[in-house]
């Protein structure tokens, strides 16, 4: 039932930017700590950028000032807007909803993964 869809990824050069959809189904966005990962090849998959019920946001220290994520409740969708992207950004990215109500279940949800390569 609850379903996440990443979009927007694609082949970029390096310098340039994306944005990433994340849109969610069968749950109620604001109820969520809804998260961006990527996981590069031989890599282990990596905390990007979150954003909390209350708003707040964290982003890790390797994209800070390049990396924002959002989210527009009414839309059930969170993004991430990518900036001055680098070769070393190549990833696949995925959505990541962890529940922040006591009441619901204690589990979290991944999407399927969008990829985003960086290459000139």
């Known amino acids: 039932q609850v379903q996440l869809v990443e979009s927007g990824g694609g082949l970029v050069q390096p310098g340039g930017s994306l944005r990433l959809s994340c849109a969610a189904s069968?749950?109620?966005?604001?109820?969520?700590?809804m998260g961006w990962y990527r996981q590069a090849p031989g890599k282990q998959r990596e905390l990007v950028a979150n954003i909390r019920s209350d708003g707040s946001t964290n982003v890790v220290d390797s994209v800070k000032g390049r990396f924002t994520i959002s989210r527009v409740n009414a839309l059930n969708t969170v993004y991430l807007q990518m900036s001055s992207l680098k070769p070393e950004d190549t990833a696949v990215y995925y959505c990541?909803?962890?529940?922040?109500?006591?009441?619901?279940?204690?589990?979290?949800?991944w999407g399927q993964g969008t990829q985003v390569t960086v290459s000139s």
């Open positions: 990541n909803a962890d529940p922040d109500r006591s009441w619901l279940p204690r589990r979290d949800y």
């Open positions: 069968g749950m109620i966005l604001d109820f969520y700590v």
